[in-house]
């Protein structure tokens, strides 16, 4: 998925990743829990 590319190419900086994909950060964090990811 683009959100786990875009957290490899952070090294999982979520506030980073989050402003990459132009994304609240909370949102993010709801994606990550929804889809398992971290």
């Known amino acids: ?3 786990e ?3 490899r190419e952070t090294d999982g900086n979520l ?3 989050a402003r ?3 994304i609240d950060r909370t ?3 709801n994606k ?3 889809y398992g990811l971290k």
């Open 27 to 29: 949102t993010l964090y």
């Open 15 to 17: 506030s980073r990743a």
């Open 5 to 7: 590319r875009v957290l």
């Open 20 to 22: 990459i994909l132009d």
């Open 32 to 34: 990550l829990r929804r």
């Open 1 to 3: 998925a683009h959100i």
